[in-house]
């Protein structure tokens, strides 16, 4: 198995985390907020994290992914003495770490852009953006999704493609393990292709994830050269199937999800730093932990959203900074936070315990064995060995029987007969 076949990932957006300032405009001198996040590395392995995935860190002029300089801590998070002395605390407790590289686009203020949107077409650096327009004295770009803070690089600019490699090299140097690469589905798989392999070159073990939200999943991580993408497609279908309850919407993403683990591991998650939290998706709390049971059941590279093992509710909202709710701040350790569901954090260590006393889940096959509206088993099985479990939900007021002798290793509520229990679960031996 590779490393990051046993990763179970805390992702965390550090300029909410830490609660830095909304601009770096105004913002004078160093704070030193990263430092704070060592305090939570024991709170991730207490569930049953080992690796910590972080949302933009470098200098930008707003939310961090509107880049103006890749080789620099944001000075709203620390500086590089505080960023090595987390990879050092990672390393101590055998944490691994993954960066989020912003390449797709960079903001106004990022230097070739800039100089490309003052001068124009025929600027030196227009090879730097995607489209350079003058249109009667105005020059516009290529803005990503219309946002005209978000420039869209040339990605098939020789200078861009070299800066993107000399990048990623420049901080797996310094000690990370990858890179999750956002908003991929908007790069084309070639400039992917033509970067990595020198990347890998001198870090063959380094591991990176595309952003895909769409897409030919299989033909992108094959012609990009990446190892894996975000798997949407299942964050949808858990949260929306057990709301309205409705399981045949799950059995169907889970027939293409099992195709995709033929090709890769997908990273799986119930919520991200873009997203309505899962608990705010699914409407009753009883039924919160099923989509837990589903994270660590699965195969896939799981990946946790900040508060989410403690049953955080936030609703992202279209409108400026209506992503701040599902990014808040966290005290500067975890005894400070009292505002949890036990019972939720507690799902995930039972849960992330028996996966990882199962390491074979992370690719294995898996078959619906029965399923209806409010009810759905899924059997996971060892591709090199006989080993086999069965998760089963039940979204029911009522207990739904099992055959006699079966081996209960994990359910939720606890129970002691033969049966799932009402708005429950249940991992069996099978």
Same mark, same amino acid.
């Given at each position: 198995?590779?490393?990051?076949?046993?990763?179970?990932?805390?992702?965390?957006?550090?300029?909410?985390?830490? /609660?830095?300032?909304?601009?770096?405009?105004?913002?004078?001198?160093?704070?030193?907020?990263?430092?704070?996040?060592?305090?939570?590395?024991?709170?991730?392995?207490?569930?049953? /994290?080992?690796?910590?995935?972080?949302?933009?860190?470098? $200098?930008?002029?707003?939310?961090?992914?509107?880049?103006?300089?890749?080789?620099?801590?944001?000075?709203?998070?620390?500086?590089? #003495?505080?960023?090595?002395?987390?990879?050092?605390?990672?390393?101590?407790?055998?944490?691994?770490?993954?960066?989020?590289?912003?390449?797709?686009?960079?903001?106004?203020?990022?230097?070739? =852009?800039?100089?490309?949107?003052?001068?124009?077409?025929?600027?030196?650096?227009?090879?730097?953006?995607?489209?350079?327009?003058?249109?009667?004295?105005?020059?516009?770009?290529?803005?990503?999704?219309?946002?005209?803070?978000?420039?869209?690089?040339?990605?098939?600019?020789?200078? =861009?493609?070299?800066?993107?490699?000399?990048?990623?090299?420049?901080?797996?140097?310094?000690?990370?393990?990858?890179?999750?690469?956002?908003?991929?589905?908007?790069?084309?798989?070639?400039?992917?292709?033509?970067?990595?392999?020198?990347?890998?070159?001198?870090?063959?073990?380094?591991?990176?994830?595309?952003?895909?939200?769409?897409?030919?999943?299989?033909?992108?991580?094959?012609?990009?050269?990446?190892?894996?993408?975000?798997?949407?497609?299942?964050?949808?279908?858990?949260?929306?199937?057990?709301?309205?309850?409705?399981?045949?919407?799950?059995?169907?993403?889970?027939?293409?999800?099992?195709?995709?683990?033929? @090709?890769?591991?997908?990273?799986?998650?119930?919520?991200?730093?873009?997203?309505?939290?899962?608990?705010?998706?699914?409407?009753?709390?009883?039924?919160?932990?099923?989509?837990?049971?589903?994270?660590?059941?699965?195969?896939?590279?799981?990946?946790?959203?900040?508060?989410?093992?403690?049953?955080?509710?936030?609703?992202?909202?279209?409108?400026?900074?209506?992503?701040?709710?599902?990014?808040?701040?966290?005290?500067?350790?975890?005894?400070?936070?009292?505002?949890?569901?036990?019972?939720?954090?507690? #799902?995930?260590?039972?849960?992330?315990?028996?996966?990882?006393?199962?390491?074979?889940?992370?690719?294995?096959?898996?078959?619906?064995?029965?399923?209806?509206?409010?009810?759905? @088993?899924?059997?996971?099985?060892?591709? @090199?060995?006989?080993?086999?479990? $069965?998760? #089963?939900?039940?979204?029911?007021?009522?207990?739904?029987?099992?055959?006699?002798?079966?081996?209960?290793?994990?359910?939720?509520?606890?129970?002691?007969?033969?049966?799932?229990?009402?708005?429950?679960?249940?991992?069996?031996?099978?």
């Amino acid at each position: 198995m590779w490393w990051v076949d046993h990763v179970i990932w805390w992702q965390v957006y550090p300029l909410g985390f830490l /609660g830095a300032e909304k601009e770096l405009g105004p913002f004078q001198g160093e704070v030193n907020r990263l430092p704070r996040l060592q305090g939570w590395l024991d709170h991730l392995i207490s569930w049953g /994290g080992n690796g910590l995935l972080l949302g933009p860190i470098f $200098t930008s002029s707003t939310h961090g992914y509107d880049t103006v300089d890749y080789f620099q801590i944001d000075p709203r998070l620390g500086d590089e #003495a505080d960023f090595d002395a987390l990879v050092a605390a990672c390393r101590e407790r055998g944490v691994r770490l993954l960066l989020d590289g912003v390449f797709n686009h960079v903001g106004r203020d990022f230097p070739p =852009v800039a100089q490309a949107l003052a001068e124009g077409p025929g600027s030196p650096t227009q090879d730097w953006v995607s489209q350079l327009y003058d249109t009667d004295g105005v020059i516009t770009a290529d803005y990503f999704e219309g946002h005209d803070t978000l420039i869209t690089l040339n990605h098939h600019s020789p200078r =861009v493609q070299e800066y993107v490699r000399e990048v990623m090299l420049h901080w797996l140097r310094r000690g990370v393990d990858g890179w999750r690469l956002d908003a991929a589905y908007a790069v084309p798989a070639e400039f992917w292709a033509a970067v990595l392999p020198a990347v890998r070159k001198e870090f063959p073990n380094a591991w990176f994830v595309g952003e895909m939200i769409h897409g030919d999943y299989i033909d992108y991580v094959q012609t990009s050269g990446l190892d894996s993408v975000t798997q949407y497609e299942l964050w949808w279908a858990i949260w929306s199937s057990i709301n309205t309850i409705n399981f045949h919407e799950l059995e169907w993403t889970l027939g293409r999800h099992a195709k995709f683990v033929e @090709h890769f591991l997908p990273l799986t998650f119930l919520s991200n730093h873009d997203v309505t939290r899962v608990a705010s998706q699914i409407n009753d709390p009883r039924h919160w932990s099923h989509a837990v049971a589903l994270l660590g059941f699965l195969p896939g590279i799981p990946s946790v959203y900040y508060g989410d093992e403690f049953g955080l509710q936030a609703i992202k909202e279209q409108r400026p900074s209506g992503d701040d709710a599902v990014r808040p701040e966290m005290p500067k350790q975890r005894w400070l936070f009292t505002h949890s569901h036990p019972e939720i954090e507690q #799902a995930y260590r039972r849960v992330i315990g028996l996966r990882r006393r199962n390491p074979w889940l992370v690719d294995a096959t898996i078959n619906i064995e029965q399923v209806d509206n409010a009810h759905l @088993h899924i059997k996971a099985q060892a591709r @090199h060995s006989q080993q086999s479990l $069965t998760l #089963a939900l039940n979204l029911t007021d009522k207990p739904q029987a099992l055959p006699d002798n079966t081996k209960m290793l994990e359910a939720e509520p606890d129970i002691t007969d033969q049966a799932v229990p009402p708005h429950g679960w249940a991992i069996i031996a099978s």
